[in-house]
């Protein structure tokens, strides 16, 4: 199963980004989706979550506020917009299609992963 993020670059803090993740529909059109990033050296993070129906969501305190998750059923995309981007929000962020209708916040609860696509945020 292959998902397919894109949208990552290299942007000034203070500005935008919407992160693309394209998923078949057989993997993803039944369940939850998530967005995490990771830096050199650290665990993958938790960053925003969306449920089957796009009805639930829930974020990181980090990222609360400044992000946005959606999905586009018709398109089997899930989205990121990214706005206020601060220097510490730079790494490599990787969607993720959930084992369930409704993912929780925890890497665990993911079967499958897209390749990641880099987010450079400049001070």
């Known amino acids: 199963v292959q998902l397919q993020a894109s949208g990552g670059g290299l942007v000034q803090a203070g500005g935008s980004l919407r992160l693309s993740c394209a998923c078949p529909?057989?993997?993803?059109?039944?369940?939850?989706m998530g967005w995490f990033r990771q830096t050199p050296g650290k665990e993958r993070e938790f960053v925003a979550r969306i449920s089957w129906k796009g009805d639930s969501t829930n974020y990181a305190e980090s990222v609360k506020g400044r992000f946005t998750i959606s999905r586009d059923s018709t398109k089997n995309t899930v989205y990121l917009q990214m706005n206020s981007l601060k220097p510490e929000d730079t790494a490599v962020y990787y969607c993720?299609?959930?084992?369930?209708?409704?993912?929780?916040?925890?890497?665990?609860?993911?079967?499958?992963w897209g390749q990641g696509t880099q987010v450079t945020v400049s001070s």
């Open positions: 529909r057989r993997t993803c059109s039944n369940n939850g």
């Open positions: 993720a299609a959930g084992r369930g209708p409704y993912s929780g916040d925890s890497a665990t609860s993911y079967a499958y």
